[in-house]
T-cell receptor, first 115, second 112 residues
Framework: KQEVTQIPAALSVPEGENLVLNCSFTDSAIYNLQWFRQDPGKGLTSLLLIQSSQREQTSGRLNASLDKSSGRSTLYIAASQPGDSATYLCAGGDAGGTSYGKLTFGQGTILTVHP | KAGVTQTPRYLIKTRGQQVTLSCSPISGHRSVSWYQQTPGQGLQFLFEYFSETQRNKGNFPGRFSGRQFSNSRSEMNVSTLELGDSALYLC???????????FGSGTRLTVV
């Protein structure tokens, strides 16, 4: 059974800092890993999707890496801004079989960027 | 293009009642998944439908059910509501899991 853990649970940083959010998973047989952002009371916004055959993906100030052998993914945010304040969730997509449509989520990292 | 649309956005129901939530996926997406999000349990998978067939189901009681129509729109139903069913219910659609998932804004259900 896949389990996903995110560290830290909460993070508060001053504007402009570069930061790293960590995600670890127990079953390396994932076919992709997706990072999401959630604002309070809202749905999930997809940030980056990394396929199992890829090592990293980049979008603007965001860079996500995936290391299946160690069961880890990191989300790097460069030059953080107050608008980045949100909960960040990582989710593993398990390989086929009985896992259709199922993402296994971590508990999230609550990020606060203060001016 | 239009995203995933969930209706209604908010619902208040009384214990013992039943409720139906609706999800319209992105055009062309045939896979629709449902999740329950609570502060204590986080995001938990309910079930997934593809071409009107339930392919996967999470660990929820039989009071939680769903269906998918030929146009890929999906509904989930919760019968005999309990206070613990109060949550944000999210649906996600995908062309296929390997392409990732797009989520809707959710339906906030409050059971009183």
């Amino acid at each position: 059974k896949q389990e996903v853990t995110q560290i830290p649970a909460a993070l508060s940083v001053p504007e402009g800092e570069n930061l790293v959010l960590n995600c670890s998973f127990t079953d390396s047989a994932i076919y992709n890993l997706q990072w999401f952002r959630q604002d309070p009371g809202k749905g999930l916004t997809s940030l980056l999707l990394i396929q199992s055959s890829q090592r990293e993906q980049t979008s603007g100030r965001l860079n996500a890496s995936l290391d299946k052998s160690s069961g880890r993914s990191t989300l790097y945010i460069a030059a953080s801004q107050p608008g980045d304040s949100a909960t960040y969730l990582c989710a593993g997509g398990d390989a086929g079989g009985t896992s259709y449509g199922k993402l296994t989520f971590g508990q999230g990292t609550i990020l606060t960027v203060h001016p | 293009k239009a995203g995933v649309t969930q209706t209604p956005r908010y619902l208040i129901k009384t214990r013992g009642q039943q409720v139906t939530l609706s999800c319209s996926p992105i055009s062309g997406h045939r896979s629709v998944s449902w999740y329950q999000q609570t502060p204590g349990q986080g995001l938990q998978f309910l079930f997934e439908y593809f071409s009107e067939t339930q392919r996967n189901k999470g660990n929820f009681p039989g009071r939680f059910s769903g269906r998918q129509f030929s146009n890929s729109r999906s509904e989930m139903n919760v019968s005999t509501l309990e206070l613990g069913d109060s949550a944000l219910y999210l649906c996600a659609s995908s062309l296929a899991g390997v392409y990732g998932y797009t989520f809707g804004s959710g339906t906030r259900l409050t059971v009183v």
